[in-house]
Structure formats: structure tokens, C-alpha cells
Nanobody, 114 residues
Framework: QVQLVQAGGGLVQAGGSLTLSCAAS????????MGWYRQAPGKQRELVAG???????NVVDSVKGRFTISKNTHKNTVFLQMNSLKPEDTAVYYC????????WGQGTQVTVSA
């Protein structure tokens, strides 16, 4: 099973930016779609952004124009650039690859203060 190691996250004021990364143990991002999910306290885990093996990206409406997903296949790493953060973005963020599989990163806390 692929190993996914996340980095980034932390505490930021509203309007600030953070970048999350997800490094894989193999060339999984070259051949598989992957996604970034988040889970806020008391809520279900939700898909926030996805990127296909061919590099086509998609984000949910609530983060459109603020979050960008990208990848570096040579470094087996996927990124989630988060700008104009809002308190409602506060959650634990997880990478998932292949998307909808049981392979998850360890989770990264993102806290946005008002």
C-alpha cells in the first residue's frame, strides 16, 4: 500500500495563506487521480479538491478561486495552495491517493482564526 506523508498546515489568521503537501512513496500520482479531503469538528469528511493523472483539476464551490491543487510527478508530491482562508476552512485536511481508496495521509490540522 502506498505511503502518503503530509506536511504544512498550522494556524493562520483569516485572509492568510497556507500550503499543504502530500508526498507519496512511489509514482502513484503519475498514474492515479488523487484528492484532498477535509473534516471539520462534528462534520463528515468532504472532498475539497481533486487532480487527475493527466493533471485536470477540480475544486468544490466553497473554495473555488481560493484553493489550488497541483502536483509534481517527478517528486511524487501533490500540493494544496490555500489563499484567502476563512474560519470555516478550519479542519483536518487529508490527502487520498488513489482517490476514493483506503490510502490516506496522516492528516494535517488547519486552523483559521477570525
Amino acid at each position: 500500500q502506498v505511503q502518503l506523508v503530509q506536511a504544512g498546515g498550522g494556524l493562520v489568521q483569516a485572509g492568510g495563506s497556507l500550503t499543504l503537501s502530500c508526498a507519496a512513496s512511489g509514482s502513484i500520482f503519475r498514474f492515479n487521480d488523487m484528492g484532498w479531503y477535509r473534516q471539520a469538528p462534528g462534520k463528515q469528511r468532504e472532498l475539497v479538491a481533486g487532480i487527475t493523472s493527466g493533471g485536470i483539476t477540480n475544486v468544490v464551490d466553497s473554495v473555488k478561486g481560493r484553493f489550488t491543487i497541483s502536483k509534481n510527478t517527478h517528486k511524487n508530491t501533490v500540493f494544496l495552495q490555500m489563499n484567502s482562508l476563512k474560519p470555516e476552512d478550519t479542519a483536518v485536511y487529508y490527502c487520498n491517493a488513489p482517490i476514493h481508496s483506503s490510502s490516506w495521509g496522516q492528516g494535517t490540522q488547519v486552523t483559521v482564526s477570525a
